[in-house]
């Protein structure tokens, strides 16, 4: 993945460590596009690829 990716309830951008890509935030039906491009790039250069989610949908979880 060359870069990252945001808009109002997502940024999607490369693992550090692994082959893949970490979300964080909401993801909709509306990232299908962006997140296939991602998962495509990603599959160029390894076998697996990690999908990390511990950030996917802390953005519309209220704070204690």
């Known amino acids: 993945m060359r870069g990252c990716f945001a808009d109002d309830l997502l940024l999607m ?6 082959a893949g890509v970490r979300l964080f935030g909401e993801v909709v039906s509306a990232h299908r596009a962006p997140l296939a ?3 495509t790039e990603q599959s160029e ?19 204690a």
């Not at 951008?13 to 692994?18: K, W, Y």
């Not at 250069?45 to 704070?63: C, F, K, N, V």
Request: no cysteine; aromatic share 0%.
């Open 37 to 39: 491009v991602a998962l």
């Open 45 to 63: 250069d390894a076998e697996e690829i990690t999908l990390d989610l511990t950030g996917a949908g802390t953005a519309s979880q209220p704070r």
């Open 13 to 18: 951008m490369p693992s550090s460590t692994l």
